[in-house]
């Protein structure tokens, strides 16, 4: 059983700010008063100021004496818009120029006082459980200096959504107010239970809206919160008396949750809907895949706030340069490679999406003349590429019969995020091509779509996105292949020669080859279970990592670079390959030598990804195994065998975590190299393509 107290007792959170509101009881108070534990500045929030002022007494008693921190309470009353804004308002003023770090939001439950229910209590049970957790995190995001700035996170700590509810937002009784008056408590109630598939459309549109800042939804599982219910049936009563017997504490909860929130491990895993057992929570697929439900919640949650147009309004309070900045990289983008909207025969697409890009223009510019030569650039550039598009490539557009397209394309949304949102042409095509087999197989050339992920054209979703591709995951109906086209096949093809003649040489010239029982027959890299079971390296055994080492390479490292131990000394070889049954001409070998060459090629942002001898390169070291490693050692005897594998795509995505600060220092397509090499290897370990082994060897 994970022991979470341990965990989180490793954190250091000082220099860090933390705001919790609904903090003055249950999960709240228990997240401020460990995050006090933990250094972390922290402001809770709520409407009791007798229980925030105790709990600003525990979080000071768990910070000890001495802290620095700042520990305090607020006042904040969540359960009208005005109370939203005054409590943004707040914890701006709270956290200065620092911003914060962590925002936890966990007012509401079942503690919340609403009966008997009127229109003014549903109104007020809304606000609170839903609204706020909305809009003070976008008041936060939207100020001219952003509370919440990149690397921050929001969670809203509740149940998590439900599936297949309907939810309008157009509804004109969206709250249900109205329903509650006219059909009664279980109509409302039935409604109200939809707006938990609200909360996690708002996260998903929040994460592609602000994707510096991670917005997520958790769910707590059962948390004796304790508090009074006396405002509640008799037998609500009941029940969560019996439920509080089996749920965890506050402070248990509390370090679950402040692990899965600051923890560079679970930051690695880059999810949005978890629990409290740290297992990814499965979501409505419209979340991910209804771009116009999203958009629509999103614009009726604004305007219950108040709040329409603010986007807008924000965007021309910026400095003009900036302005023309983003004006013209939008437009750049849009004139690249994903030009859907110009694949029109008519003026009609064209001109309304024209407009939609004038307008971040802002009307305050002292220079008319400005908007208007830049206005004029986009629609010539516009028609150019419109001209050029239709020219060579005439069948692309996606018609608006084409369901099974649209379908095969939001299935891939589910794994891989297009650039600006729009998908190229060359990934419609692919769709298409699915679509007219009938196999429901979406087919990708392996090499085209890792040049596109360095180009930056698509990135994954997610760090477990490569993973459930390679693992034949089905979403929707359609799974994803990513197969080597003709011409890969054949330079795989003639590295598989290669490799056959030079492994041969090597076998004869070997006079260090072991008698066969030290090897199976199938050359497996499976050894004898016992050996799986021995011990492994200690501290002061040293380490040689062979991941990625050509077998050439090896044998020089051990013959020729002088491997030389004095007798009884040990030594730990670590090394990566495909799994068992793998042949070296198999699609799948060379989808695992995807990180070696990825790692072998230079960082330049022309040409293939790879050369033939690179190719070559990596194949034989992806294929190297436990009896290519005996037949090229010298005279050691093997003391210890273990698969590592879990281990390893551990590491790769903690890596990934670090990698993501340097971005600046390597610069764009270096720093996606480095990074899809370690979030491919990840996925393989994911998918089982590969295992990853330490073996321990002693010189007689």
Not at 42 to 56: H, I, K, P, S, Y
Not at 208 to 235: E, Q
Request: glycine residues 8%; aromatic residues 8%; positive net charge.
């Amino acid at each position: 059983m994970v022991n979470w107290h341990a965990l989180t007792s490793s954190l250091d959170l000082s220099d860090t700010n933390v705001v919790v509101s609904g903090g003055t009881g249950g999960i709240g108070a228990g997240i401020a008063v460990r995050c006090a534990s933990l250094g972390a500045s922290v402001l809770v929030m709520g409407r009791n100021q007798t229980a925030g002022d105790a709990v600003v007494a525990q979080m000071k008693s768990a910070a000890g004496d001495g802290a620095t921190a700042t520990l305090a309470f607020a006042r904040a009353d969540m359960s009208s818009v005005e109370g939203m804004r005054a409590a943004a308002d707040t914890i701006a003023a709270w956290a200065g120029l620092k911003g914060v770090d962590y925002f936890y939001q966990t007012q509401g439950g079942p503690r919340m006082d609403i009966w008997p229910l009127t229109a003014a209590s549903v109104t007020a049970a809304f606000n609170v459980q839903i609204l706020s957790h909305f809009l003070v995190p976008y008041l936060l995001l939207t100020r001219a200096e952003p509370v919440l700035r990149a690397g921050a996170q929001v969670s809203t700590i509740m149940r998590p959504g439900d599936k297949g509810k309907q939810l309008d937002p157009a509804d004109p009784d969206f709250i249900g107010v109205q329903r509650l008056a006219e059909k009664g408590t279980m109509a409302y109630l039935r409604h109200g239970a939809s707006h938990t598939l609200t909360v996690d459309l708002f996260t998903e549109e929040f994460n592609r809206r602000f994707p510096a800042v991670r917005t997520v939804h958790v769910f707590p599982g059962g948390v004796a919160s304790g508090g009074s219910f006396d405002h509640l049936h008799w037998g609500f009563r009941a029940l969560f008396w019996v439920l509080g017997l089996f749920g965890q504490t506050p402070a248990a909860y509390a370090d679950v949750c402040v692990w899965q929130h600051a923890s560079a491990e679970w930051k690695a895993r880059g999810w949005h809907f978890f629990d409290e057992k740290g297992r990814e929570v499965k979501v409505d697929e419209r979340v991910l895949a209804d771009d116009a439900l999203r958009e629509g919640v999103w614009a009726r949650l604004l305007e219950l706030s108040g709040e329409k147009g603010a986007m807008a309004e924000w965007s021309k309070a910026t400095d003009l340069n900036y302005q023309v900045y983003l004006f013209l990289s939008e437009g750049a983008a849009l004139l690249a490679d994903n030009l859907q909207f110009l694949e029109s025969d008519s003026l009609e697409v064209l001109v309304p999406k024209m407009k939609m890009i004038f307008s971040n223009i802002p009307r305050t510019s002292k220079k008319d003349g400005l908007r208007l030569i830049l206005a004029l650039l986009v629609v010539v550039l516009g028609f150019l590429a419109r001209s050029l598009l239709h020219a060579r490539k005439p069948n692309l557009r996606i018609s608006n019969s084409d369901h099974e397209t649209r379908k095969a394309l939001e299935a891939l949304l589910t794994v891989l995020h297009p650039r600006n949102s729009r998908w190229p042409p060359s990934y419609i095509s692919f769709a298409r091509a699915a679509v007219a087999s009938r196999s429901k197989t979406i087919r990708i050339p392996l090499l085209k779509f890792v040049e596109d992920l360095l180009a930056g054209t698509i990135e994954f979703r997610d760090i477990g996105a490569l993973g459930e591709m390679m693992g034949g995951k089905r979403v929707y109906g359609w799974r994803f292949d990513l197969c080597p086209t003709s011409q890969e096949r054949q330079m795989s093809n003639e590295a598989k020669d290669a490799w056959a003649r030079k492994w041969t040489k090597i076998m004869q010239q070997s006079k260090t080859m072991r008698d066969s029982n030290a090897i199976s027959a199938s050359g497996s890299i499976f050894p004898p279970t016992a050996e799986c079971k021995a011990g492994v390296k200690n501290l002061i055994t040293p380490t040689i990592v062979l991941t990625g080492l050509p077998l050439r390479r090896l044998v020089d490292l051990i013959y020729f670079e002088g491997l030389v131990l004095p007798h009884g000394a040990r030594l730990a070889l670590e090394f990566s390959t495909c799994v068992p049954n793998s042949a070296i001409n198999d699609p799948e070998n060379l989808l695992s030598a995807i990180p070696n060459l990825l790692r072998s090629s230079s960082g330049g942002s022309t040409g293939n990804v790879y050369s033939k001898n690179q190719l070559e390169n990596a194949l034989e070291a992806t294929n190297m195994t436990l009896a290519h490693l005996v037949a090229s050692l010298p005279p050691f005897e093997i003391e210890s065998v273990r698969n590592v594998s879990q281990e390893r795509a551990q590491e790769l995505k903690t890596s990934l975590v670090v990698l993501d600060q340097k971005k600046a220092l390597y610069g764009g397509r270096e720093w996606r190299r480095r990074r899809l090499a370690d979030q491919w290897e990840a996925g393989l370990f994911d998918a089982r393509k590969v295992d990853a082994w330490v073996v321990v060897v002693r010189k007689p």
